[in-house]
């Protein structure tokens, strides 16, 4: 039986192998925050980490995963839910719906990752392949920014 | 929208009661209308007022608000809550919400849930500040007995009444543990009496307190239908039907499917009321293995009248349509048109045409539904749960040969993945019930996004003849006549399909149906002394590709014919665009709205939101007391917007660096009745070499009246906007031998981060009644752009979305 290892647990799985990893993560273990969008890599709604690297796990076979791999969603960005992202989402009130949201936190939070100083362009690019149709996307822009800030100054 | 044929009305109770009950020492405060206290209350041997439809209070101050509005985005329990908890002087930090399960008892209570038409704001103001002043003064008064001193030198703030002498003061939650209060507010004796706060006495209306739905949304917890999880649940995927509406399924070969280990079962979908046409889902233990299923599935069909149907036969269709002048049914006719062309030095005839657009939510559709001790429970995010449950209980009562009042069918509400009038459908919980039926399990129905863009409910294609007569550089006289496929057919609601509720009537004493949901939005506020709108039904339209409403509405395509047309009359007239439309923006006759503070019992406010507030069961027409009309000052509110964006954006001021263009536009959606006030002016740059063109800037004023939570209008306007920035660049549906061609976001694209302008939002609160602000921005920005580019580069282009192909093209005409 597969096992997985997502915001330091560990789990197992009964799922097939060419299941992509984001049911699994979602109906199999419960981790629901992640969310489907598309199914084809077109919208970032179920991005997570996989060793830090932001990716779309509706792109990935279970079968595909290291079982050493790290993954990471939303509900593992950070134990009280007060990583930089999130707080600076919170303060500027991003979401709408939310439905893509945990995607798009996820995306931005492995920009700041390599990049604690992200200009405007650079936020644009690696933000781009994350749809988001309530068009939330001046204050994620917003956000961004103010997540790097508040990054430095914990 | 589910069936709409029938409305319950007739009874009118429209009293407060304000009920506080002591039940094991804990007192509860609620307020709610009379003759609705539950049986089962009683019959707990309480005398708990249970059903009460507002809020409930309890002895430790803290206040439960009960929303029926839908969540998509907008914040909307926040802003209902701050509108009571103003009136109520209630702790914010004491607020609260909840969201009452949907059921035939319950629906007795809270009325219609149902969340439209940017409407919910608009409609509950009046309601539910009365409700929250009502459980103030029922307060007050019992606060100033625990405090033995007489009530008239009594004030309420932050969840205590105070005596203004002395200051002394007892809290709310104190009063409820003390005294007992029993408090009823006749209508409409009472009702006069009910003291709401003036306009510079709220403390939370016209705050940007913190939306309450925010932080879940950032974490993972917030709870959507899709993340619903049954016991012994199982997993339903859509084979995608062989064309949009009514293909038949002949046979199906599940040879393939049944050797994927999980795979359960392929369920024809049993039809009925012309929902879920050909539709066979697969179910299996896992989604993943659903959606193989689906695709092993061999099904045969009968592919149906709409077998061979696509967009260019529709628009040359509407074209013929349109010829048919005595077939037409008049939705305005003011003066004498054919007069005012025959007098004109000058027409001008134009076509217009605009394609299908879909919602595309984030969250595709998706219900989950058990059946389990002969009740049914549906869980989904949904734009109206009450009628989700009237719709599957017309279908199971029909498949199963069943009473409705047999049936016991509950909704449970759950956030909704955004709505923009696409989750008012309910052939998912049909087929997911349906299923149940057939695996003996609960089922959990999503589409995947391939299916849900084949079963769109799209905006129906749409084709516009207009014409104007110019004298003496004044607009003398405009047709519009609008060809497409009307909406209400598919809900029942018109004289032909059984019901009048709902329905207007064409205003050339004919008496035809007119469905305003398809034709609104060319009944402008301009002046224009002969003005005509007539329209046509192309019914095929309506079935085939399953029209529907889609943010604004008809005003999506209206607005932008109509203020693109607008400009290239002022060009015409030789007038400045800006100048001409101010010219006609002078708020006189028709376009003055309702000049007084109220209105005249039988005037509605908003007409169709206006039906569906009397369709609650204890409420009838003009049972409430009239509040302001959304249409006070009339045109002349829209010509402030329009000055207010002009002289941000510059225009006439500024210089425009090469290739870039100004253009402007503005409306007054949703309806005539409910208008809110926006002007809009798009900066765009095209590259004259391919025709491709970037917005800029957007400069938005809008003037929604008050404004209940400023933070969350801007983010309504701004979300909006981009949504008509979309639609114009690169949303565009098209329907191929009776399917959509677009399966996923690489087809259908919304637009992306890199897309998005600068945008520059001006609210003009002013303290006129609320409007909605959810979708009326977006109707301005096509228009906007398609004038910007136009005037960038002198290229018209006359159809929506603008691709650069078009424009390039239109740049050759232009020059030549
Ligand atoms: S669901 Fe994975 S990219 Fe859209
Ligand atoms: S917040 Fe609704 S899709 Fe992004």
Redesign the interface.
Same mark, same amino acid.
Not at chain 1, 30 to 40: D, E, H
């Given at each position: 039986m597969p096992q997985l290892s997502i915001n330091g647990q560990s789990y197992f799985t009964d799922?097939?192998p @060419?299941?992509?990893l984001l &049911?699994v993560i979602?109906? @199999?273990l419960?981790? $629901?925050? $992640?969310?489907?969008?598309?199914?084809?890599g077109?919208?970032g709604?179920c991005t997570v980490h996989i060793n830090g690297l932001p990716v779309r796990s509706c792109q990935v076979k279970l079968g595909d995963v290291d079982s050493n791999a790290v993954i990471t $969603? +939303?509900?593992g960005?950070d134990p009280s @839910?007060a990583h930089p992202v999130?707080r600076a &989402? +919170?303060e500027h009130?991003?979401? =709408?719906?939310?439905?893509? =949201?945990?995607g798009q +936190?996820m995306q931005a939070a492995a920009l700041l990752a390599v990049n604690p100083n992200p200009t405007t362009e650079q936020i644009?690019?690696h933000?781009?392949?994350?749809?988001? *149709?309530?068009? $939330?996307?001046? *204050?994620?822009?917003t956000a961004i920014h103010r997540a790097a800030q508040l990054a430095k100054e914990a | 929208m589910g069936d709409m044929k029938t409305p319950q009305q007739g009874m009118t109770r429209r009293d407060f009661l304000v009920r506080s009950t002591v039940v094991a020492g804990s007192g509860f405060l609620s307020i709610g209308l009379p003759g609705l206290a539950s049986k089962d209350a009683a019959a707990a041997g309480t005398a708990a007022f249970t059903p009460s439809i507002w809020f409930t209070m309890t002895p430790d101050g803290k206040t439960t608000m009960h929303i029926v509005k839908a969540e998509?985005?907008?914040?909307i329990g926040t802003g209902l809550a701050q509108v009571i908890a103003d009136e109520l002087e209630v702790k914010w930090a004491d607020v609260r919400l909840d969201t009452p399960l949907e059921s035939v008892a319950n629906f007795a209570v809270y009325g219609l849930a149902y969340t439209v038409n940017s409407g919910s704001i608009t409609t509950e103001f009046d309601r539910i500040s009365r409700a929250g002043a009502a459980g103030r003064m029922a307060l007050i008064e019992a606060g100033a007995k625990v405090l033995g001193v007489d009530a008239g030198g009594c004030y309420a703030k932050d969840s205590r009444v105070v005596q203004k002498s002395t200051g002394k003061s007892v809290t709310y939650g104190e009063i409820l543990q003390k005294v007992t209060i029993d408090k009823k507010f006749a209508y409409p004796a009472d009702f006069k009496g009910i003291a709401l706060k003036s306009r510079d006495q709220y403390s939370l209306i016209g705050k940007s307190v913190?939306?309450l739905?925010?932080?879940? /949304? %950032?974490?993972? /917890?917030? /709870?959507?239908g899709?993340?619903v999880?049954l016991p012994n649940m199982v997993?339903g995927a859509l084979v995608i039907p062989r064309t949009r509406y009514s293909s038949k399924v002949v046979s199906i070969d599940d040879s393939e499917a049944k050797k994927i280990?999980?795979f359960i079962k392929a369920v024809k979908i049993e039809e009925a009321m012309g929902k879920c046409t050909g539709w066979v889902v697969a179910v299996a233990d896992?989604?993943? %293995?659903a959606?193989k299923a689906a695709k092993a599935l061999k099904v045969k069909y009968d592919a149906g009248p709409y077998a061979a149907l696509d967009t260019p036969t529709l628009l040359a269709q509407y074209k013929d349509l349109s010829k048919n002048e005595k077939e037409s049914a008049a939705w305005v006719l003011e003066g004498d048109v054919d007069k005012g062309f025959a007098e004109a030095e000058k027409t001008l005839e134009m076509e217009y045409t605009t394609d299908m657009i879909c919602h595309? %939510?984030?969250?595709?559709l998706n219900c989950t539904v058990q059946m389990a001790n002969g009740e049914w429970h549906v869980h989904i995010g949904t734009q109206s749960t009450s009628f989700a449950r009237m719709t599957l209980t017309g279908y199971l009562a029909t498949v199963l040969k069943k009473k409705p009042e047999d049936l016991k069918i509950f909704v449970h509400q759950y956030?909704?993945?955004?709505?923009?009038g696409g989750k008012q459908d309910y052939d998912d919980i049909l087929a997911a019930a349906w299923c149940v039926k057939e695996v003996g399990r609960p089922v959990k129905l999503?589409h995947?996004?391939?299916s849900n863009f084949a079963t769109s409910f799209a905006r129906t294609p749409t084709y516009h003849k207009l014409k104007a007569g110019i004298r003496d550089g004044k607009l003398m006289a405009m047709n519009q006549d609008i060809v497409c496929g009307w909406m209400g057919a598919r809900f029942g609601v018109g004289k032909k399909y059984g019901s009048d509720w709902l329905q207007l009537d064409s205003v050339d004493g004919k008496n035809q149906d007119i469905d305003q949901w398809s034709i609104g939005g060319s009944d402008h506020w301009y002046e224009v002394k002969n003005h005509r709108v007539r329209a046509w039904n192309h019914e095929t339209t309506t079935w085939a590709v399953q029209a529907s409403a889609l943010r604004t509405v008809s005003n999506s395509y209206n607005i932008f014919v109509v203020e693109s047309f607008m400009d290239e009359v002022a060009h015409a007239a030789g007038r400045d665009p800006l100048e001409f439309r101010l010219s006609m923006l002078n708020g006189k006759g028709g376009n003055r709205g309702i000049p007084n503070t109220g209105y005249p019992p039988g005037t509605p406010s908003d007409y169709y939101m206006d039906r569906l507030w009397i369709s609650l069961p204890w409420a009838s027409e003009n049972s409430w007391p009239n509040y302001e009309s959304a249409t006070v000052g009339g045109a002349l509110r829209l010509a402030n917007c329009l000055r207010v964006a002009a002289g941000k954006a510059g225009w006439g001021t500024r210089r425009l660096p090469p290739n870039t263009g100004l253009g402007i536009a503005v409306t007054a959606a949703e309806e005539r009745q409910s208008p809110t006030w926006v002007a809009g002016i798009a900066e765009v740059t095209v590259d004259p070499a391919t025709g491709s063109y970037s917005i800029n800037r957007l400069t938005i004023a809008m003037d929604p009246g008050i404004v209940v939570n400023p933070?969350?209008v801007d983010?309504q306007i701004?979300?909006s906007a981009?949504?008509g920035a979309?639609q114009i660049m690169s949303e565009r549906l098209t329907l191929k031998n009776g399917g959509f061609e677009q399966s996923?976001?690489?087809q259908y694209q919304?637009?992306?981060?890199?897309q998005?302008p600068e945008?520059d939002v001006t609210i003009i609160a002013s303290d006129h009644h609320p409007s909605g602000v959810g979708e009326p921005a977006s109707t301005i920005v096509a228009p906007a752009v398609a004038n910007a580019i136009y005037n960038a580069v002198g290229a018209r282009v006359r159809h929506m979305p603008i691709a650069p192909e078009a424009v390039l093209e239109a740049m050759k005409k232009a020059k030549a």
């Open positions: 799922s097939p @060419d299941s992509p &049911w979602r109906e @199999d419960r981790l $629901t925050g $992640t969310k489907f969008g598309c199914g084809g077109y919208c709604s $969603t +939303i509900e960005l @839910d999130q &989402w +919170i009130e991003v979401p =709408q719906c939310g439905y893509c =949201q945990s +936190i644009v690019q933000m781009n392949g994350n749809l988001c *149709r309530c068009a $939330t996307y001046s *204050r994620m822009v | 998509m985005g907008q914040h913190a939306s739905d925010v932080p879940a /949304k %950032t974490n993972g /917890k917030a /709870k959507y899709i993340d999880f997993y280990p999980g896992k989604y993943p %293995t959606m595309a %939510t984030m969250e595709p956030l909704v993945g955004g709505g923009f999503i995947t996004r391939e933070k969350n983010a701004r979300g981009l949504w979309s996923n976001y690489h919304p637009i992306r981060l890199a998005v945008i």
